[in-house]
Nanobody
Framework: DVQLVESGGGSVQAGGSLRLSCSIS????????MGWYRQPPGKEREGVAT???????YHSESVKGRFTVSQDKSTDTLYLEMNELKPDDTGVYFC????????????????????WGQGTQVTVS
């Protein structure tokens, strides 16, 4: 079974930066979509940024230009670099993975992930 473990969350002041990491027990061979979702307090989980096996990236409009998703295939690690953080970025951040290409159109994802991490809290004040 695939296991994902997030780290790097914490509390930061507005305008600050954080880097989230997701260690994945086994990167998939062939097509995949991996990335980050978040769940703000009292709201539903929403997509933040994803990356495919060929390096194609997708970012939500709310984080475009501030957040960057990346992957290191040599260490089976996924990252989310978050800059210019805002209070609206507060939430639990989840790492997810799926064995198919990302389905991203109209600025949103249309298919969820097959595997999830336990989440890491990010608080911006």
């Amino acid at each position: 079974d695939v296991q994902l473990v997030e780290s790097g969350g914490g509390s930061v002041q507005a305008g600050g930066s954080l880097r989230l990491s997701c260690s994945i027990s086994k990167f998939f061979s062939g097509n995949y979509c991996m990335g980050w979702y978040r769940q703000p307090p009292g709201k539903e989980r929403e997509g933040v940024a994803t990356i495919e096996d060929d390096g194609v990236m997708y970012h939500s409009e709310s984080v475009k230009g501030r957040f960057t998703v990346s992957q290191d295939k040599s260490t089976d690690t996924l990252y989310l670099e978050m800059n210019e953080l805002k209070p609206d970025d507060t939430g639990v951040y989840f790492c997810g993975a799926a064995t198919w290409k990302c389905v991203f159109t109209g600025g949103r994802w249309h298919r969820g992930m097959d595997y999830w991490g336990q989440g890491t809290q990010v608080t911006v004040s």
